[in-house]
């Protein structure tokens, strides 16, 4: 089924259930080749999910600041490729939700672990900002925050569960959004853990 969260945003239930397995499966190599960290923000502090990134550009926090880099800064070496199943994924929910034509060239992977969250935050790093974002969301559900264009507006609660895939464009693609601390649980594929992808197109 198909929700619509506001203009642009589009929860597209389950879409992702029928290939989660695989999808697994190929994160387990891309964090094999660039494993899990928590990214320093500007600010110091230790980001509460580890994050990952596969494709051509990857996103990356240090005491710098925000920006995309082709390269993983703990190898030197380019982020690992984008599966075609990642890029297909994220081009058929875009086009389901009215975006035709989405090329991601950066896929980040979140990880949260019970306990972990993400505050309410603006994506903005990204150059086009008439490109939809794509998030598949894998494993222990989460409650997600979604905010307006106001970090002090109030924000609605989604609940996110595993295959459950989010198309954010148009006047939502600016809204602030976060995740409340995940639950402690157990899910049959990935065990203690939400693993979220967001298919962005940066460059
Ligand atoms: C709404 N990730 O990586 S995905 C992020 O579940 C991020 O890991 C969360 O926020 C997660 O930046 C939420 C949903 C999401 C992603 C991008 C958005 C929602 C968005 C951009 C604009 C509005
Ligand atoms: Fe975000």
Redesign the pocket.
């Known amino acids: 089924g198909r929700e619509v969260l506001a203009p642009g ?1 589009l929860v597209l239930r389950g879409f992702a259930r029928a290939q989660a397995e695989s999808l697994v499966l190929e994160i387990g190599e891309i964090c094999a080749r660039a494993p899990f960290r928590h990214m320093l923000t500007p600010g110091g502090q230790h980001m509460s ?1 580890a ?1 990952t990134n596969c494709g051509p550009l990857g ?1 990356v926090s240090d005491r710098r600041g925000y920006r995309y880099e082709a390269a993983d800064p703990d190898s030197g070496k380019p982020w690992p490729p984008m599966p075609d199943t990642f890029l297909r994924l994220a081009a058929d929910a875009a086009a389901e939700a009215g975006f035709s034509g989405f090329i991601p060239d950066a896929c ?1 992977v ?1 990880r ?1 672990e019970p306990g972990t969250r ?1 505050s309410l ?3 903005r790093d990204e150059r086009d900002l008439t490109a939809p ?1 794509v ?1 598949v ?1 894998l494993g222990l559900p ?1 409650i ?1 925050l ?1 905010g307006g264009l106001h970090r002090s507006d109030r924000s609605e609660r989604v609940a ?1 569960v595993h295959g459950d895939v ?1 198309v ?1 464009g148009g006047l ?8 409340l601390p995940v639950k402690e649980g157990s899910h049959a594929l990935l065990g203690r853990q ?1 693993i ?1 992808l ?1 298919f962005r197109k940066a460059a």
Do not use: C, E, K, P
Request: charged share 15%; hydrophobic share 50%; glycine share 4%.
């Open positions: 945003a999910a994050m996103w980040l979140n949260y993400m935050h603006q994506d974002i998030s969301s989460a997600f979604f996110l989010v954010w939502s693609r600016l809204r602030f959004h976060g995740i939400r979220n967001t």
